[in-house]
T-cell receptor
Framework: SQTIHQWPATLVQPVGSPLSLECTVEGTSNPNLYWYRQAAGRGLQLLFYSVGIGQISSEVPQNLSASRPQDRQFILSSKKLLLSDSGFYLC???????????FGDGTRLSIL | GQNIDQPTEMTATEGAIVQINCTYQTSGFNGLFWYQQHAGEAPTFLSYNVLDGLEEKGRFSSFLSRSKGYSYLLLKELQMKDSASYLCVPSVEGGYQKVTFGTGTKLQVIP
């Protein structure tokens, strides 16, 4: 069966510090991968998606970036965090467009 | 774009049945997902309807009418752990970015 791992579960970072969140999927190959952010009381905002190694599409201009160095690894990064980057970050995967997305447990990021 | 309409909040009693309605307007419609999201947690996939009709999965059932742009999620024998938000999510053609996860319907189950 397929599983998705996302870490860390919580993170507290100072403004201006860098960020690296990692997501890995097991039990499938060539998944579509997604990064979302959810602010308190809001819906999910799609940040990035990837259909293959090295292929990243950005949905919203951010000071964030994403990379996919391996087939089942998706990384969300920032060089300098802003206060507005606080939120609940979710990684998800599906087999192909139109199929259900399955989410990791999320990372709760607080910027101080 | 997409327009999704579902109640913001609902309250129901433990052991009862509740129906959460969703109407949607979108071009390139493929099917409709329902997700459950407990407070502070990630969404989990519940059901996917492509064809018109009712799909039953244990205590949860989901219905779709493509011609009416209407779906509902039916929860039977409610349990306290069913207190969560339920997201109606249309799937559309033409792009991985075109799935919109809104805030859904927040269901509170009371004793």
């Amino acid at each position: 069966s397929q599983t998705i791992h996302q870490w860390p579960a919580t993170l507290v970072q100072p403004v201006g510090s860098p960020l690296s969140l990692e997501c890995t999927v097991e039990g499938t190959s060539n998944p579509n991968l997604y990064w979302y952010r959810q602010a308190a009381g809001r819906g999910l905002q799609l940040l990035f998606y990837s259909v293959g190694i090295g292929q990243i599409s950005s949905e919203v201009p951010q000071n964030l970036s994403a990379s996919r160095p391996q087939d089942r690894q998706f990384i969300l990064s920032s060089k300098k965090l802003l206060l507005s980057d606080s939120g609940f970050y979710l990684c998800a995967w599906n087999r192909e467009e139109g199929q259900p997305q399955h989410f990791g447990d999320g990372t709760r990021l607080s910027i101080l | 774009g997409q327009n999704i309409d579902q109640p913001t909040e609902m309250t129901a009693t433990e052991g009862a049945i509740v129906q959460i309605n969703c109407t949607y307007q979108t071009s390139g419609f493929n099917g409709l997902f329902w997700y459950q999201q407990h407070a502070g947690e990630a969404p989990t996939f519940l059901s996917y309807n492509v064809l018109d009709g009712l799909e039953e999965k244990g205590r949860f059932s989901s219905f779709l009418s493509r011609s009416k742009g209407y779906s509902y999620l039916l929860l039977k024998e409610l349990q306290m752990k069913d207190s969560a938000s339920y997201l109606c999510v249309p799937s559309v053609e033409g792009g991985y970015q075109k799935v919109t996860f809104g805030t859904g319907t927040k269901l509170q189950v009371i004793p």
